[in-house]
């Protein structure tokens, strides 16, 4: 196995009913992750996550925090079960609501504070997405620098740069189908609808930032033990400021998944571990930096796969 190590954990949309349900029943420390979690938010999150509805999961006060209790729950089964052989990752990563997880995983912040604080941004970005009608799009066959140009002037924006031909844009919906025309035009082959409340990653959630800016500044974050690579710069977050400012602009900014990737794979990563429910970003790790090794942790089995 390789010694350079980065652990990746999903965001949003990675939610399915049942997800960790395996690693709850087996292990102790991932079951007190998620009576923890009903605890801090003093709901049935735990039952949803479990048991759905499926309608109710995917709602994003409630997908937020289930994919931070599930991923979170696969770490501390994963820790739990390995002991001090435990691999010790050289960067860790989280695509967008991952982001909070990453935190979690290094000690900048601790579980019960990320629950709120996702809850909370799960609140506010659905009301942001219902006071603007807006979406979001996969482009795929068009670089990144094509998909900028197609949004400029129409009030769209690049909201997740995945991958060299997958680029996320979204917007308000004229502004959206603006800048869809203009990039099929530039030669995307196709323009994929996502199945989101709204423009996630784009100004349509500027009220969303503007108070979470008030939660951040009153929560306790710790300096990384680990460096994060951060959502919108793709570079390591350093300090506590750091990592307010990373968690605010992160809200109306453009993920930059690739260029996360290609920083860590830059500084020796071979092996990417993606901790949570599905296998999205070892997918993309795969594509970005195809030499390297990947592995998915998201059920009981996949527990063993690391050594």
Request: charged share 20%; net charge negative.
């Amino acid at each position: 196995m390789s010694d350079i190590t980065a652990f990746l954990f999903p965001g949003q949309g990675a939610q399915e009913v049942g997800m960790a349900a395996d690693v709850v029943g087996a292990s102790a420390a991932a079951k007190a992750v998620f009576d923890e979690a009903d605890d801090v938010l003093g709901t049935s999150l735990s039952k949803i996550i479990l048991e759905g509805p499926a309608d109710e999961l995917v709602r994003s006060h409630n997908a937020q925090p289930a994919i931070l209790t599930a991923s979170v729950a696969l770490l501390r089964a994963l820790e739990e079960r390995m002991g001090d052989a435990m691999p010790k990752p050289s960067f860790v990563a989280g695509h967008s609501l991952g982001e909070y997880t990453a935190l979690v995983a290094v000690g900048s912040l601790d579980f019960a504070q990320a629950l709120r604080l996702v809850r909370r941004r799960g609140e506010l970005m659905q009301a942001a997405a219902e006071a603007t009608p807006s979406g979001m799009a996969a482009l795929i066959g068009l670089a990144l620098d094509a998909a900028l140009a197609a949004c400029e002037g129409t009030g769209a924006q690049v909201a997740n740069a995945n991958s060299e031909l997958q680029i996320v844009i979204a917007g308000p919906r004229a502004a959206l189908d603006a800048a869809i025309e203009r990039a099929k035009e530039a030669g995307a082959r196709r323009a994929l609808p996502l199945d989101v409340a709204g423009a996630f990653h784009t100004e349509v959630m500027r009220p969303a930032q503007d108070e979470m800016d008030r939660l951040f500044a009153e929560t306790a974050f710790v300096a990384p033990a680990v460096p994060v690579i951060c959502n919108t710069t793709a570079t390591p977050l350093v300090n506590a400021d750091d990592i307010r400012g990373e968690l605010a602009d992160q809200l109306c900014g453009c993920v930059y998944w690739q260029q996360t990737i290609e920083y860590m794979a830059a500084n020796g990563v071979e092996r990417y571990v993606e901790i949570g429910p599905g296998k999205v970003l070892t997918g993309l790790a795969k594509r970005i930096a195809p030499g390297a090794e990947t592995v998915a942790i998201g059920d009981l089995d996949a527990l063993g796969a690391l050594t």
